[in-house]
């Protein structure tokens, strides 16, 4: 069987394609790493989403999949692609399941966090080191805990984590934080945090624990060290695009697109946080998603 247009990946990018293409009576499939939701699912609040005061990621995740599944949306998980080959008019989204065939993919798999590159950082995950505030948070009640970065993620993340840590101390590589102001006048104004400014991790240690952090600050040098009990980590994100071979990327890994989503291979369209863009918010994942979803609809029409 040939599909019209297979999705890879679950995130809201990924999830709005399939409402747009299951409306558009297409013959859809979505497969998904892990399960659907994306990133999202590991994001205490979400208050920023249109239509939405305030809701948990999970939650929002949730209702995305229940759109998509009442418009008939087939989705696979614990599917993971290994690549796409070109055969003809259609492609072969290659996966540990098996082939799929379909005229279209859209690719919309988002992002991982990135490692910090500390001393010490691989060995303890799992043992103080976290790049989840919302898995892990919870074993850090009235705990001293470092957050490091000054993204949105690090931020929202901090306070996050103020609801049980006692002490969240964000530590920075320079002087201005780089979150939405609004975020930073949150963390500003919460008592339970406090910043080290233009300082990077040089270290992480502990026996089986996370003991400590050892800092440089940049401008001097000067090492000093923090007793800690964990360490949560919010530097950047990572494009999942390593399968997707014979797309044009950035340097980076994103996914370079034009204004339909379209890639530089005919009938491949990517969509949300893995495709180059000056914002990654699940607003715009969604606008991508949709545009990528009509984008496929049209190819078709034309071959
Ligand atoms: P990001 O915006 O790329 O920020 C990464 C942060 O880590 C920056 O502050 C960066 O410092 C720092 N950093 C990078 N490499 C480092 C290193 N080796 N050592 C120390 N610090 C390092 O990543 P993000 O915060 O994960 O956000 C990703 C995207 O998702 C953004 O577009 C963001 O707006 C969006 N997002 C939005 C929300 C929201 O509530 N609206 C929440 C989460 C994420 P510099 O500032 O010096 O570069």
């Not at 082939?99 to 060995?123: C, H, R, S, W, Y």
């Not at 006048?185 to 624990?209: L, Q, R, Y």
Request: one cysteine or more; a neutral charge; aromatic letters at 6%.
């Amino acid at each position: 069987m040939v599909y019209d247009v297979v999705i890879i990946g679950g995130g809201p990018a990924g999830l709005t394609a399939g409402i747009y293409v299951k409306r558009a009576m297409l013959n859809a499939l979505l497969v998904e790493k892990i399960g659907v939701g994306g990133q999202i699912i590991i994001t205490d609040l979400v208050e920023n989403f249109p239509g939405f005061l305030e809701i948990s990621g999970g939650d929002l995740a949730m209702k995305f999949e229940e759109q998509a599944l009442k418009f008939g949306l087939e989705i696979k998980g614990l599917v993971e692609v290994s690549g796409i080959e070109e055969r003809g008019a259609t492609k072969i989204v290659k996966t540990h399941e098996g082939d799929f065939e379909t005229k279209t993919v859209i690719i919309a798999t988002g992002t991982t966090p990135k490692k910090l590159g500390a001393k010490g950082e691989l060995n303890l995950i799992g043992k103080g080191v976290s790049y989840c505030a919302t898995c892990d948070g919870f074993f850090f009640r009235d705990k001293v805990v470092v957050v490091v970065g000054g993204g949105d993620s690090a931020i929202t993340e901090a306070i996050y984590l103020t609801k049980m840590a006692k002490k969240v101390i964000i530590v920075h590589r320079r002087d201005k934080l780089r979150a939405e102001k609004i975020n930073q006048e949150h963390a500003f104004a919460n008592p339970k945090i406090s910043f080290v400014w233009d300082s990077v991790v040089e270290e992480i240690a502990g026996e089986k624990i996370v003991g400590k952090v050892i800092l440089r600050n940049v401008k001097t040098n000067a090492l000093s060290e923090i007793k800690t009990d964990g360490v949560f980590i919010y530097v950047g994100l990572i494009p999942n695009t390593a399968f997707a071979a014979n797309v044009k990327k950035d340097e980076r890994g994103f996914i370079v697109v034009n204004d339909k989503m379209e890639t530089s291979v005919k009938g491949i369209f990517a969509a949300g946080d893995c495709r180059v863009t000056p914002l990654r918010q699940i607003a715009t994942a969604v606008g991508d998603g949709a545009i990528a979803a009509v984008s496929a609809e049209r190819y078709i029409e034309g071959i």
